[in-house]
C-alpha cells in the first residue's frame, strides 16, 4: 500500500478534484464509495451551507471524503462603489438570461473562520486547500482532530513552501487542468508549468507525497504519472462530464465537443486565472477590456451565469474544462474511476521512497 494510500484511508490513490460552485454531493460520495477519494469544493459556502452539505455526504457514505477551500490572499476586494460599475459593464447578459442587474452586496464571500469553524463539525477526512500556505494554527488545529492537509502547487518555489508548512501531502497541478490556476508565489500567468515538467521537479523537491493534477482522463495519463513519481492523481474534468456530476447538458456535452486548443485561460470570468471553454462570454468579456478585481468579478458574472446554466445556455456559462476533455468518454463515475484505476501500477514508486526515507531516518518536509 503506498503512502498517499495508508495516509488518506483509502484504496486506490485516485482523488476526483473539488469542483468550487459546480460540486455535487452524488459525484463526491460516488467517488469515496468506489475506494477513492471524493472531495466536495466548499468556495463561497456559509458555514450553514456547510453544514447541510456536510451531512448530506454522510447520509451518502462513510468512507473518506476531502472538502475544499480557497484561502485568502489578501488582494480581494470587498464591495466598493466600483461594484456598481463594473455591474453596469456585464448589464446585456443580465438582460440575456432575465435576471436585474445585481445591487452591491454585504460581502461576496464568507470568512475563512466561520468556513472553518463549520469544517472542524463536519470533520473530514482530509482538508486541501489552494491559494496559498495554511497557517501554523489550521494544521495544527486540523491535525489535533486528525484530519489530513492536502495543498496544492502549481510550482516548485510553491511546493516546497507548503511542505515547510506541515501539509500531510500536496497536490501538483499542471497548466494543463481546468478551472482556476491557483498560484501564490508569483503571478498565475508567469506559473504555468505542464503536468509532464511540474510533477518529477516536484516529487525531487519535497518529502511529502505529491499527487499529480492536470491533464489526466485515463489511464495512460495515470500510468504516467506514477511513472513521473507520484503517488496518486487527482481528476476533474473527466468526472465532471459524469451523469453524477452538477455540470448542466450544455457543458457535459461542450466537454465532449471541445478541442485542447479550443480551452483558454482567462480572467474574464472571476477576475482571476482560469481554464475554460473559449465561449461567447469569455470573448464578449475579454473583448470589452472591462473585468473587475477578484472577487467582485466571480460573483457579478455568478449571478448571470446561474441563470444560464438553469437556462442550458453554454454561451453564457462558465463552460470550465481542461486540456484532456477530448480524452473524456464514460458516462458514469463508476466507469472513470475504474479506468483510472487500471492505470495505477501495481507497486507505487512512493513505496520504495518512504522505505528508502524509513531507512535514512528522514523526517518528512521540505527537501532544499
Ligand atoms: C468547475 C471546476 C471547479 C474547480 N474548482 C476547484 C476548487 O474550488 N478548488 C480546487 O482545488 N480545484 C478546483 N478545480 C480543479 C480540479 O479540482 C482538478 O484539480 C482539475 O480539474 C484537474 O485537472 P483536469 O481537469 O485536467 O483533470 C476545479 C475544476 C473545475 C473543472
Known amino acids: ?56 455526504l454522510r447520509a451518502l457514505t462513510d468512507r473518506p471524503i476531502a472538502v475544499n477551500i480557497w484561502l485568502p490572499m489578501g488582494d480581494e476586494v470587498e464591495p466598493n462603489p466600483q461594484h456598481t460599475v463594473f455591474a453596469q459593464a456585464l448589464q446585456p447578459f443580465y438582460e440575456a438570461v432575465g435576471v436585474d442587474v445585481p445591487a452591491r452586496p454585504e460581502r461576496y464571500n464568507p ?33 489535533r482532530r486528525g484530519i489530513r492537509v492536502v495543498g496544492t502547487a502549481t510550482t516548485v518555489a ?5 511542505a515547510e508548512g506541515g501539509v500531510d501531502a500536496l497536490v501538483a497541478t ?36 505529491v499527487i499529480a493534477a492536470g491533464g489526466i482522463a485515463d489511464r495512460r495519463g495515470v500510468a504516467a504519472a506514477f511513472a513521473l513519481g507520484a503517488s496518486g492523481v ?28 479550443e480551452t483558454v485561460l482567462t480572467r474574464a470570468m472571476s477576475g482571476r486565472l482560469a481554464r475554460g471553454a473559449r465561449n461567447r462570454v469569455v470573448r464578449a468579456i475579454e473583448a470589452s477590456g472591462t473585468i473587475a478585481p477578484f472577487p467582485m468579478q466571480n460573483w457579478l458574472t455568478g449571478r448571470f451565469r446561474t441563470a444560464a446554466g ?18 473524456v468518454e464514460y458516462d458514469t463515475a463508476a466507469e472513470v474511476f475504474a479506468e483510472l484505476a487500471a492505470g495505477v501500477p501495481d507497486a507505487a514508486p512512493s513505496d520504495a521512497r518512504s522505505d528508502e526515507n524509513r531507512n535514512a531516518g528522514e523526517e518528512p518536509a521540505a527537501r532544499g
Do not use: C, K
Open 1 to 56: 500500500m503506498s503512502d498517499l494510500r495508508a495516509l488518506l484511508g483509502i484504496e486506490h490513490p485516485i482523488i476526483l478534484g473539488p469542483f468550487g460552485g459546480l460540486s455535487s454531493t452524488t459525484l463526491t460520495a460516488a467517488v469515496s464509495e468506489a475506494g477513492g477519494l471524493g472531495s466536495f469544493g466548499l468556495y463561497g459556502y456559509d458555514g450553514d451551507r456547510i453544514r447541510a452539505t456536510g451531512a448530506e
Open 111 to 143: 470568512s475563512l473562520e466561520e468556513q472553518l469553524d463549520a469544517i472542524w463539525e463536519v470533520e473530514p477526512a482530509v482538508l486541501s486547500v489552494v491559494f496559498g500556505v495554511p497557517s501554523a494554527a489550521l494544521v495544527e488545529e486540523a491535525h
Open 158 to 162: 510553491e511546493a516546497v513552501a507548503l
Open 174 to 209: 499542471g497548466a494543463e487542468a481546468a478551472g482556476h490556476r491557483v498560484s501564490f508565489l508569483r503571478p498565475a500567468e508567469e506559473s504555468l508549468v505542464g503536468t509532464f515538467a511540474l510533477v518529477p521537479q516536484v516529487v525531487d523537491a519535497v518529502d511529502v507525497p
Open 234 to 261: 487527482q481528476v476533474g474534468t473527466a468526472f465532471l462530464a459524469t451523469s453524477e456530476s452538477a455540470a448542466n447538458q450544455a457543458h457535459r456535452d461542450a466537454i465532449r465537443t471541445t478541442a485542447a486548443d
Open 310 to 327: 438553469e437556462q442550458n445556455l453554454g454561451a453564457l456559462q462558465s463552460l470550465w474544462m481542461g486540456q484532456a476533455a477530448p480524452l
